[in-house]
């Protein structure tokens, strides 16, 4: 059985808006705090079909234009302790099902990250259209998962005085995406 579309979003292909779309995550530091990042979505399609069976999502993250706020982290994290940006610039993500109902819908899918695959559910959500001045249609959305670094070979840390380890597993990833229709 199909599951209808959110009201309000028509069939199509929309281009993800990379200056209006932003992933942003988080991760627990020296067991105590947390650190907070944005990464830009350079490039990402949302191919919406007559049902949400039929409706596909990729998208493509830019690994070297993490911000944290700090330099020397933010080139840390571009290392090849981390990202290995230089050699891995590129993340991304291609749905394999999308389910739900009404606006709130779990699209789950495969993401890479530093040459690693693996699948992910990212609960999502319809945020609504709207034309904007320049007369484009636009649908946004929002998404967010949890993923573990180790599965995604991301292990480097550093142990503390105290115990525990000065960067944590769970990373909390929030997706915020505006996309265009195209004609």
Excluded: C
């Amino acid at each position: 059985m199909a599951t209808p579309l959110p009201a309000g979003l028509n069939a199509g292909t929309y281009a993800l808006d990379s200056t209006h779309s932003q992933a942003a995550f988080t991760v627990r530091h020296a067991g105590i705090s947390k650190v907070r990042g944005t990464l830009a979505i350079t490039a990402g399609t949302i191919t919406v079909g007559d049902d949400l069976e039929s409706t596909s999502v990729t998208a493509e993250l830019d690994a070297a234009s993490v911000s944290t706020g700090d330099a020397n982290r933010d080139n840390h994290l571009r290392s090849a302790d981390f990202w290995d940006a230089e050699n891995k610039p590129t993340w991304t993500f291609a749905s394999t099902g999308i389910a739900g109902d009404g606006d709130d819908f779990v699209i789950t899918g495969d993401l890479t990250i530093n040459g690693v695959t693996k699948a992910v559910e990212l609960e999502a959500e319809f945020a609504g259209t709207a034309t904007d001045p320049f007369g484009n249609a636009r649908a946004g959305f929002e998404a967010k998962t949890e993923i573990s670094r180790k599965e995604f070979d991301l292990t480097w840390n550093a142990a503390l005085e105290t115990g525990g380890v000065l960067v944590g597993d769970k990373i909390k990833i929030a997706l915020d995406v505006s996309a265009i229709k195209q004609a």
